[in-house]
């Protein structure tokens, strides 16, 4: 597994934007999928977005789609998620994970796995995005 460090969260107005990172280290060689994940109070752990290996493939769930971007640079095992006209509903802890390697570079993020089998996948300790009205 690889090791996973978010940064970037904090406190926004309604509107705002942000822009989180995920740096990983470790055994970062091989094709990792990588995704962001968000768990509000009270809330159970939720898909936001996530991204092949190779970049060319990527997914959002629907409350994020027009409003965040995910992406990654490779050379920096550095994965993104840009966050744009953000509302109080966004307000959450940030989750980035990596799948398993994969031989497959356009592979997904298998969202539904990690959710299910939290130890499959590699995940980082989380960072607070807070959306005031």
């Known amino acids: 597994q690889v090791q996973l460090v978010e940064s970037g969260g904090g406190l926004v107005q309604a509107g705002g934007s942000l822009r989180l990172s995920c740096a990983a280290s470790g055994r970062t060689f091989g094709g990792y999928a990588m995704g962001w994940f968000r768990q509000a109070p009270g809330k159970d752990r939720e898909s936001v977005a996530s991204?092949?290996?190779?970049?060319?493939?990527?997914y959002y769930t629907d409350s994020v789609k027009g409003r965040f971007t995910i992406s990654r640079d490779n050379a920096k095992n550095t994965v993104y998620l840009q966050m744009n006209n953000l509302k109080p509903e966004d307000t959450a802890v940030y989750y980035c994970?990596?799948?398993?390697?994969?031989?497959?570079?356009?592979?997904?993020?298998?969202?539904?796995?990690?959710?299910?089998?939290?130890?499959?996948?590699?995940w980082g300790q989380g960072t607070q995005v807070t959306v005031s009205s």
């Open positions: 994970a990596a799948d398993p390697p994969s031989s497959d570079p356009n592979l997904l993020l298998d969202h539904v796995r990690a959710l299910g089998d939290p130890g499959r996948a590699s």
């Open positions: 991204i092949s290996f190779s970049g060319g493939y990527t």
